[in-house]
Protein backbone atom coordinates (compact mmCIF):
# COMPACT_ATOMS: atom_id res chain seq x y z
CA UNK A 1 0.00 0.00 0.00
CA UNK A 2 1.17 3.65 -0.91
CA UNK A 3 1.40 6.29 1.97
CA UNK A 4 -2.32 7.54 2.61
CA UNK A 5 -1.26 11.25 1.56
CA UNK A 6 -0.56 9.61 -1.50
CA UNK A 7 -3.73 7.64 -1.37
CA UNK A 8 -5.79 10.28 -0.87
CA UNK A 9 -4.50 12.65 -3.55
CA UNK A 10 -4.95 10.65 -7.21
CA UNK A 11 -7.88 8.41 -5.71
CA UNK A 12 -9.53 10.87 -4.27
CA UNK A 13 -9.38 12.63 -7.37
CA UNK A 14 -11.62 10.17 -8.93
CA UNK A 15 -15.10 12.43 -7.69
CA UNK A 16 -13.25 15.83 -8.48
CA UNK A 17 -12.52 14.24 -12.07
CA UNK A 18 -16.87 14.43 -12.44
CA UNK A 19 -15.40 17.71 -13.57
CA UNK A 20 -14.22 16.06 -16.62
CA UNK A 21 -12.07 17.24 -18.48
CA UNK A 22 -12.10 14.43 -20.46
CA UNK A 23 -9.91 14.39 -23.05
CA UNK A 24 -12.73 11.33 -24.62
CA UNK A 25 -15.22 13.78 -24.56
CA UNK A 26 -12.57 15.93 -26.66
CA UNK A 27 -13.30 14.30 -29.97
CA UNK A 28 -16.89 14.63 -29.37
CA UNK A 29 -16.92 18.67 -28.39
CA UNK A 30 -15.30 19.22 -31.75
CA UNK A 31 -18.58 18.57 -33.48
CA UNK A 32 -20.57 20.91 -31.11
CA UNK A 33 -20.46 24.22 -33.23
CA UNK A 34 -20.42 21.99 -37.10
CA UNK A 35 -23.83 20.49 -35.59
CA UNK A 36 -25.18 23.97 -35.11
CA UNK A 37 -23.81 25.12 -37.83
CA UNK A 38 -24.82 21.94 -40.22
CA UNK A 39 -20.89 22.84 -41.84
CA UNK A 40 -19.69 19.01 -42.18
CA UNK A 41 -19.62 19.54 -45.90
CA UNK A 42 -17.74 22.81 -45.45
CA UNK A 43 -15.32 21.72 -43.16
CA UNK A 44 -14.47 18.48 -45.10
CA UNK A 45 -14.33 16.63 -41.79
CA UNK A 46 -13.03 13.01 -42.33
CA UNK A 47 -15.10 10.99 -39.66
CA UNK A 48 -13.20 8.17 -38.06
CA UNK A 49 -15.93 5.55 -38.15
CA UNK A 50 -19.51 5.94 -39.48
CA UNK A 51 -20.84 2.68 -37.09
CA UNK A 52 -18.65 3.05 -34.23
CA UNK A 53 -18.43 6.73 -33.95
CA UNK A 54 -21.40 7.73 -35.53
CA UNK A 55 -19.65 11.42 -36.36
CA UNK A 56 -21.25 11.60 -39.45
CA UNK A 57 -24.35 12.86 -37.69
CA UNK A 58 -22.32 15.80 -36.01
CA UNK A 59 -24.28 15.23 -32.69
CA UNK A 60 -24.29 17.66 -30.18
CA UNK A 61 -22.55 15.84 -27.45
CA UNK A 62 -23.89 16.16 -23.38
CA UNK A 63 -22.44 19.72 -21.26
CA UNK A 64 -19.09 18.97 -19.84
CA UNK A 65 -18.08 20.00 -15.88
CA UNK A 66 -14.78 22.22 -16.28
CA UNK A 67 -13.84 25.44 -17.34
CA UNK A 68 -10.76 27.95 -18.06
CA UNK A 69 -10.22 31.74 -20.00
CA UNK A 70 -6.45 32.24 -22.06
CA UNK A 71 -3.74 34.49 -21.41
CA UNK A 72 -0.28 33.19 -22.18
CA UNK A 73 2.99 34.21 -20.58
CA UNK A 74 5.88 35.08 -22.88
CA UNK A 75 8.83 33.03 -23.11
CA UNK A 76 11.68 34.48 -20.16
CA UNK A 77 14.00 33.62 -18.55
CA UNK A 78 13.69 31.67 -15.46
CA UNK A 79 15.48 30.05 -12.05
CA UNK A 80 13.21 27.37 -10.84
CA UNK A 81 14.30 25.47 -7.06
CA UNK A 82 12.94 22.28 -6.44
CA UNK A 83 13.68 20.99 -3.16
CA UNK A 84 11.82 18.63 -1.11
CA UNK A 85 10.47 21.40 1.48
CA UNK A 86 7.19 21.38 2.42
CA UNK A 87 6.62 25.24 3.09
CA UNK A 88 3.71 26.77 1.55
CA UNK A 89 4.65 29.36 -1.35
CA UNK A 90 3.40 32.22 -2.03
CA UNK A 91 2.72 32.67 -6.11
CA UNK A 92 5.44 35.05 -7.86
CA UNK A 93 4.16 38.35 -8.84
CA UNK A 94 5.67 38.01 -12.57
CA UNK A 95 6.66 35.34 -14.93
CA UNK A 96 10.02 37.12 -15.46
CA UNK A 97 10.49 36.50 -11.91
CA UNK A 98 12.51 33.73 -10.46
CA UNK A 99 9.64 31.34 -9.56
CA UNK A 100 10.18 28.45 -6.44
CA UNK A 101 7.95 26.12 -5.53
CA UNK A 102 8.24 23.59 -2.72
CA UNK A 103 6.44 20.15 -3.61
CA UNK A 104 4.91 18.79 -0.72
CA UNK A 105 5.87 15.17 -1.51
CA UNK A 106 9.14 14.58 -3.47
CA UNK A 107 12.43 13.16 -3.13
CA UNK A 108 14.18 15.42 -6.00
CA UNK A 109 16.56 18.36 -5.02
CA UNK A 110 18.04 20.36 -8.15
CA UNK A 111 18.14 23.72 -9.53
CA UNK A 112 16.90 24.15 -13.30
CA UNK A 113 18.33 27.39 -14.83
CA UNK A 114 15.70 27.75 -17.93
CA UNK A 115 16.60 30.00 -21.01
CA UNK A 116 13.14 29.70 -21.58
CA UNK A 117 10.11 28.54 -19.39
CA UNK A 118 10.53 25.10 -19.50
CA UNK A 119 13.51 24.76 -21.40
CA UNK A 120 14.24 22.11 -18.98
CA UNK A 121 17.83 20.69 -18.07
CA UNK A 122 17.44 16.59 -16.80
CA UNK A 123 17.68 16.25 -13.10
CA UNK A 124 17.01 12.89 -11.01
CA UNK A 125 14.80 11.38 -9.23
CA UNK A 126 14.06 8.21 -7.68
CA UNK A 127 11.25 6.44 -5.53
CA UNK A 128 10.81 4.09 -2.53
CA UNK A 129 8.21 1.78 -2.53
CA UNK A 130 7.88 1.10 -6.40
CA UNK A 131 9.89 -0.72 -9.03
CA UNK A 132 9.20 1.63 -11.74
CA UNK A 133 11.30 4.68 -11.77
CA UNK A 134 9.89 7.70 -12.54
CA UNK A 135 12.04 9.54 -14.84
CA UNK A 136 11.93 13.41 -14.59
CA UNK A 137 13.10 16.66 -16.05
CA UNK A 138 12.60 16.30 -19.86
CA UNK A 139 9.00 16.49 -21.82
CA UNK A 140 8.33 13.08 -23.53
CA UNK A 141 5.08 14.00 -25.27
CA UNK A 142 2.17 16.39 -26.18
CA UNK A 143 -0.89 15.96 -27.40
CA UNK A 144 -2.24 17.22 -30.47
CA UNK A 145 -5.32 17.53 -32.41
CA UNK A 146 -5.75 18.90 -35.88
CA UNK A 147 -9.01 20.70 -35.91
CA UNK A 148 -9.19 23.96 -36.45
CA UNK A 149 -10.70 26.76 -33.86
CA UNK A 150 -13.89 25.93 -35.61
CA UNK A 151 -13.60 21.98 -35.40
CA UNK A 152 -12.08 21.94 -38.58
CA UNK A 153 -9.65 19.58 -39.94
CA UNK A 154 -6.32 21.46 -40.42
CA UNK A 155 -4.73 21.38 -43.82
CA UNK A 156 -1.40 19.13 -44.22
CA UNK A 157 0.67 22.56 -44.32
CA UNK A 158 -0.58 23.89 -40.76
CA UNK A 159 -0.05 20.04 -39.32
CA UNK A 160 3.62 19.92 -40.86
CA UNK A 161 4.00 23.35 -39.11
CA UNK A 162 2.72 22.63 -35.85
CA UNK A 163 4.74 19.12 -35.55
CA UNK A 164 7.66 20.81 -36.51
CA UNK A 165 7.06 23.29 -33.50
CA UNK A 166 6.51 20.30 -31.83
CA UNK A 167 10.07 18.78 -32.47
CA UNK A 168 11.88 21.89 -32.08
CA UNK A 169 10.21 22.62 -28.41
CA UNK A 170 11.95 19.15 -27.42
CA UNK A 171 9.24 16.93 -27.28
CA UNK A 172 9.90 13.28 -28.64
CA UNK A 173 6.53 11.91 -29.33
CA UNK A 174 3.12 13.40 -30.04
CA UNK A 175 -0.64 11.84 -28.80
CA UNK A 176 -3.23 11.24 -31.41
CA UNK A 177 -6.58 10.54 -30.18
CA UNK A 178 -7.68 8.94 -32.96
CA UNK A 179 -6.93 8.84 -36.52
CA UNK A 180 -9.53 10.88 -37.87
CA UNK A 181 -8.72 14.37 -40.14
CA UNK A 182 -6.10 12.14 -42.18
CA UNK A 183 -4.10 12.27 -39.02
CA UNK A 184 -2.04 9.36 -39.75
CA UNK A 185 -1.07 10.89 -43.60
CA UNK A 186 -0.53 14.32 -42.20
CA UNK A 187 0.58 13.98 -38.65
CA UNK A 188 2.76 10.82 -39.48
CA UNK A 189 4.20 12.29 -42.32
CA UNK A 190 5.66 15.09 -40.83
CA UNK A 191 6.58 13.64 -37.30
CA UNK A 192 8.90 11.01 -39.34
CA UNK A 193 10.40 14.39 -41.22
CA UNK A 194 11.88 15.69 -37.75
CA UNK A 195 12.10 12.28 -35.72
CA UNK A 196 9.01 11.95 -33.52
CA UNK A 197 7.37 8.84 -32.38
CA UNK A 198 3.65 8.53 -32.31
CA UNK A 199 1.18 7.40 -29.10
CA UNK A 200 -1.69 6.39 -31.60
CA UNK A 201 -5.18 6.85 -30.10
CA UNK A 202 -8.13 4.35 -31.39
CA UNK A 203 -11.25 5.96 -30.60
CA UNK A 204 -13.83 4.73 -28.72
CA UNK A 205 -17.40 6.40 -28.74
CA UNK A 206 -20.61 6.58 -26.99
CA UNK A 207 -21.76 3.89 -29.35
CA UNK A 208 -19.60 1.51 -27.65
CA UNK A 209 -16.85 -0.75 -28.54
CA UNK A 210 -18.17 -1.72 -32.09
CA UNK A 211 -16.87 -0.66 -35.05
CA UNK A 212 -13.90 1.18 -34.43
CA UNK A 213 -12.25 -1.56 -37.05
CA UNK A 214 -11.79 1.13 -38.98
CA UNK A 215 -9.48 3.20 -36.97
CA UNK A 216 -7.39 0.06 -36.95
CA UNK A 217 -7.71 -0.52 -40.65
CA UNK A 218 -6.23 3.11 -40.94
CA UNK A 219 -2.85 2.18 -39.19
CA UNK A 220 -2.44 -1.18 -40.38
CA UNK A 221 -3.14 0.18 -44.26
CA UNK A 222 -0.69 3.73 -43.55
CA UNK A 223 2.07 2.12 -41.97
CA UNK A 224 2.40 -1.05 -44.39
CA UNK A 225 4.06 -3.94 -42.04
CA UNK A 226 6.46 -0.21 -40.61
CA UNK A 227 5.55 0.79 -37.03
CA UNK A 228 9.46 1.77 -36.25
CA UNK A 229 7.79 5.46 -35.43
CA UNK A 230 4.79 4.07 -33.30
CA UNK A 231 5.73 4.18 -29.90
CA UNK A 232 2.88 2.50 -28.80
CA UNK A 233 -1.27 2.03 -29.34
CA UNK A 234 -3.54 3.71 -26.98
CA UNK A 235 -7.48 2.03 -27.50
CA UNK A 236 -9.93 4.30 -25.70
CA UNK A 237 -10.00 7.25 -23.83
CA UNK A 238 -11.68 7.19 -20.14
CA UNK A 239 -14.34 4.63 -22.43
CA UNK A 240 -14.90 3.27 -19.07
CA UNK A 241 -15.87 6.62 -17.21
CA UNK A 242 -17.78 8.07 -19.91
CA UNK A 243 -19.80 4.94 -20.15
CA UNK A 244 -19.11 3.99 -23.39
CA UNK A 245 -18.50 0.32 -22.41
CA UNK A 246 -17.40 -1.97 -19.76
CA UNK A 247 -13.85 -3.19 -18.14
CA UNK A 248 -14.84 -6.77 -19.54
CA UNK A 249 -15.86 -4.85 -22.86
CA UNK A 250 -12.82 -2.59 -22.70
CA UNK A 251 -10.55 -5.74 -22.48
CA UNK A 252 -11.62 -7.84 -25.08
CA UNK A 253 -11.30 -4.86 -27.44
CA UNK A 254 -7.92 -4.08 -26.53
CA UNK A 255 -7.40 -8.14 -27.25
CA UNK A 256 -9.06 -8.23 -30.48
CA UNK A 257 -6.71 -5.01 -31.60
CA UNK A 258 -3.40 -6.41 -30.37
CA UNK A 259 -4.45 -9.13 -32.62
CA UNK A 260 -5.13 -7.35 -35.32
CA UNK A 261 -2.04 -5.16 -35.37
CA UNK A 262 0.25 -8.32 -34.45
CA UNK A 263 -0.80 -10.27 -37.81
CA UNK A 264 0.00 -6.67 -39.39
CA UNK A 265 3.52 -6.68 -38.00
CA UNK A 266 2.80 -4.38 -34.68
CA UNK A 267 4.87 -5.51 -32.39
CA UNK A 268 4.75 -2.84 -29.78
CA UNK A 269 2.98 -1.73 -26.56
CA UNK A 270 -0.92 -1.92 -26.50
CA UNK A 271 -2.78 -0.36 -23.64
CA UNK A 272 -5.54 2.10 -22.80
CA UNK A 273 -6.46 5.16 -20.24
CA UNK A 274 -8.58 5.92 -17.51
CA UNK A 275 -8.87 8.61 -14.24
CA UNK A 276 -6.85 6.87 -11.74
CA UNK A 277 -10.05 5.65 -9.67
CA UNK A 278 -11.46 4.25 -13.16
CA UNK A 279 -8.53 1.71 -13.26
CA UNK A 280 -8.19 1.19 -10.03
CA UNK A 281 -11.81 -0.18 -10.08
CA UNK A 282 -11.02 -2.22 -13.24
CA UNK A 283 -8.15 -3.43 -12.78
CA UNK A 284 -9.42 -7.11 -12.27
CA UNK A 285 -10.45 -6.98 -16.00
CA UNK A 286 -7.81 -5.14 -17.14
CA UNK A 287 -4.20 -5.64 -15.83
CA UNK A 288 -4.28 -8.89 -17.74
CA UNK A 289 -4.52 -7.31 -21.14
CA UNK A 290 -2.09 -3.99 -20.50
CA UNK A 291 1.40 -4.23 -22.07
CA UNK A 292 1.80 -1.18 -20.27
CA UNK A 293 -0.38 0.95 -17.64
CA UNK A 294 -1.51 4.24 -18.39
CA UNK A 295 -3.80 7.10 -16.77
CA UNK A 296 -4.62 10.35 -17.50
CA UNK A 297 -3.23 12.05 -14.40
CA UNK A 298 -4.79 15.62 -13.66
CA UNK A 299 -3.82 17.80 -10.65
CA UNK A 300 -6.15 20.24 -11.16
CA UNK A 301 -9.00 18.47 -10.69
CA UNK A 302 -7.99 17.97 -7.37
CA UNK A 303 -9.35 20.74 -5.38
CA UNK A 304 -6.90 20.15 -3.06
CA UNK A 305 -3.80 20.74 -5.00
CA UNK A 306 -2.46 23.81 -5.86
CA UNK A 307 -0.45 24.77 -9.19
CA UNK A 308 3.10 24.48 -7.10
CA UNK A 309 1.92 21.38 -6.04
CA UNK A 310 1.05 19.45 -9.77
CA UNK A 311 4.46 18.02 -10.26
CA UNK A 312 4.55 15.81 -6.89
CA UNK A 313 0.84 14.96 -7.33
CA UNK A 314 1.82 13.51 -11.11
CA UNK A 315 4.80 11.86 -9.91
CA UNK A 316 3.47 10.35 -6.66
CA UNK A 317 0.38 9.40 -9.19
CA UNK A 318 2.42 7.75 -11.46
CA UNK A 319 4.37 5.78 -8.55
CA UNK A 320 0.68 4.18 -7.04
CA UNK A 321 -0.19 3.63 -10.86
CA UNK A 322 2.89 1.33 -10.77
CA UNK A 323 1.31 -1.01 -7.92
CA UNK A 324 -2.00 -1.27 -9.84
CA UNK A 325 -1.08 -4.17 -12.09
CA UNK A 326 1.58 -7.14 -11.14
CA UNK A 327 4.36 -7.99 -13.23
CA UNK A 328 6.67 -4.81 -13.12
CA UNK A 329 4.44 -3.10 -16.35
CA UNK A 330 5.35 0.39 -17.26
CA UNK A 331 3.64 3.41 -16.43
CA UNK A 332 2.75 6.48 -17.83
CA UNK A 333 0.72 9.51 -17.98
CA UNK A 334 -0.96 9.72 -20.74
CA UNK A 335 -2.61 13.54 -20.06
CA UNK A 336 -1.99 16.22 -17.83
CA UNK A 337 -1.60 20.07 -17.86
CA UNK A 338 -3.33 22.80 -16.01
CA UNK A 339 -5.53 25.48 -17.60
CA UNK A 340 -4.81 28.92 -18.54
CA UNK A 341 -8.19 30.58 -17.70
CA UNK A 342 -11.34 29.46 -15.91
CA UNK A 343 -12.82 29.27 -12.27
CA UNK A 344 -10.70 27.89 -9.75
CA UNK A 345 -11.44 24.18 -8.53
CA UNK A 346 -10.97 24.95 -4.37
CA UNK A 347 -7.15 25.41 -4.35
CA UNK A 348 -6.33 25.05 -7.87
CA UNK A 349 -6.62 28.03 -9.74
CA UNK A 350 -6.15 28.16 -13.45
CA UNK A 351 -3.98 31.36 -14.85
CA UNK A 352 -1.30 32.23 -16.96
CA UNK A 353 1.31 32.08 -14.60
CA UNK A 354 -0.59 29.38 -12.34
CA UNK A 355 -0.46 27.15 -15.38
CA UNK A 356 3.52 27.79 -16.41
CA UNK A 357 4.24 26.95 -12.93
CA UNK A 358 2.52 23.44 -12.37
CA UNK A 359 3.80 22.67 -16.05
CA UNK A 360 7.09 23.02 -15.04
CA UNK A 361 6.74 21.20 -12.02
CA UNK A 362 5.22 18.35 -13.72
CA UNK A 363 8.30 18.20 -15.99
CA UNK A 364 10.51 18.80 -13.66
CA UNK A 365 9.38 15.46 -11.79
CA UNK A 366 7.55 13.14 -13.86
CA UNK A 367 8.61 15.12 -17.43
CA UNK A 368 9.79 11.38 -18.80
CA UNK A 369 6.68 9.36 -18.27
CA UNK A 370 3.46 12.50 -19.02
CA UNK A 371 1.77 12.98 -21.89
CA UNK A 372 1.25 17.34 -21.84
CA UNK A 373 -2.37 18.44 -22.79
CA UNK A 374 -1.45 20.09 -24.69
CA UNK A 375 0.11 21.52 -28.07
CA UNK A 376 -2.71 24.62 -28.50
CA UNK A 377 -5.90 26.23 -26.98
CA UNK A 378 -8.69 23.51 -28.48
CA UNK A 379 -11.05 26.82 -28.92
CA UNK A 380 -13.13 24.24 -30.77
CA UNK A 381 -14.73 22.94 -27.71
CA UNK A 382 -17.50 23.94 -24.84
CA UNK A 383 -15.79 26.08 -22.06
CA UNK A 384 -17.75 23.32 -19.90
CA UNK A 385 -18.89 24.33 -16.40
CA UNK A 386 -15.73 25.63 -15.11
CA UNK A 387 -14.96 27.51 -18.54
CA UNK A 388 -11.53 25.82 -18.66
CA UNK A 389 -11.88 22.99 -21.55
CA UNK A 390 -10.43 25.22 -24.20
CA UNK A 391 -7.93 26.81 -22.40
CA UNK A 392 -4.81 23.94 -21.68
CA UNK A 393 -2.97 24.72 -24.95
CA UNK A 394 0.75 24.94 -23.30
CA UNK A 395 3.34 24.78 -25.97
CA UNK A 396 4.39 28.26 -25.92
CA UNK A 397 6.14 27.68 -22.79
CA UNK A 398 8.62 25.40 -24.10
CA UNK A 399 9.83 28.23 -26.78
Given at each position: ?116 PLSLLSSSSSSSGSSTRIDPGSPWCI ?257
Amino acid sequence: MVAASILSGPIAAGATYNHRHAQGAFHALMKGSEAAAGENATCGYTPISSTSCGEEQLIQPPPMTSSVSSSHPTSSAVVISISTSTAPLPPPTSTSSPITFAPTSSNVTSELALSGPLSLLSSSSSSSGSSTRIDPGSPWCITYSPYTSTGCCMTSSAISSDIASIAAKGFSSVRLYSTDCDALSAVASAAAIHGLKLVLGIYISDNGISGVEDQVSDITTHFEGDYSMVEMVVVGNEAIFNNYCSGVELAAHISSVRATLQTAGYAGPVTTTEPMSTLQANTADLCDVLDVVGANIHAFFNSDITASQAGAFVSSSLQELATFCPGDKEVYNFETGWPSAGDANGKAVPGAQEQQIAITAIVAEAGARSAIVSFADDLWKAEGDLGVEQSWGCGHLFD
